[in-house]
């Protein structure tokens, strides 16, 4: 299981635009990973604060997203994720390499 940060702010939003990304726009993004991987689960954003290798400071709200996925499957995602929201870096890291999935008979 892995968990990847997910911005909310676009990194370069056009002049009088909304530098925050909807909730429709977030919704392609679902789509494209339950397409690779089946599922995910989607977090309550929290305030993320870091800094750059050239010394600049971002402090943003960043949405967590929990999902189960094999190695290729989860660089695929991150690749999706560095272009549909057009970053510079995505943060992604194992939870645990040992999840339970059980389905219940019918």
């Given at each position: 299981m892995w968990e990847i940060l997910v911005p909310t702010e676009k990194r370069l939003p056009p002049v009088g635009a909304n530098k925050f990304y909807t909730?429709?726009?977030h919704r392609v993004w679902d789509?494209?990973?339950r397409e690779i991987t089946g599922g995910l689960t989607i977090l309550t954003p929290a305030k993320g604060q870091w800094v750059s290798p050239d010394g600049e400071t971002f402090i943003e709200r960043m949405i967590p997203v929990r999902?189960?996925?094999t190695r290729d499957q989860i660089e695929k995602i991150?690749?999706?994720?560095?272009?549909?929201?057009?970053q510079l870096a995505v943060l992604c890291y194992?939870?645990?390499?040992?999840?339970?999935l059980r389905s219940?008979?019918?």
């Open positions: 909730t429709r726009y789509a494209k990973v999902i189960v996925a991150i690749g999706v994720t560095l272009e549909y929201y057009d194992k939870i645990s390499d040992e999840v339970i219940r008979n019918a």
